[in-house]
């Protein structure tokens, strides 16, 4: 008899724990609602930026006269010695 009661009292328990996690994930979800619509609207600021800056690029290309600055800029900014 011990051995049943303890069978239930264990079945109890998890049904009880499933229970309690099923309405704080529902409590969650509520909670967390307003902060999804925020980080969507700030993820699709973010996106328009980049598409924004990616269509301007040439906009914000600097003319410096140097052919190889791509592929030397730590000569040009540190001195080290030229790749090519």
Do not use: C
Request: glycine share 2%.
């Amino acid at each position: 008899m011990i051995v049943q009661r303890e069978v239930y009292n264990f079945a109890l328990a998890e049904l009880l724990r499933t229970i309690e996690e099923s309405e704080l994930e529902k409590a969650l979800a509520n909670y967390l609602k307003p902060f999804e619509a925020k980080f969507e609207a700030k993820t699709e600021k973010k996106d328009d930026m980049w598409t924004d800056f990616l269509e301007n690029i040439d906009k914000y290309a600097v003319e410096t006269g140097i052919k190889d600055l791509a592929e030397n800029h730590d000569h040009y900014l540190y001195g080290t010695p030229k790749r090519t």
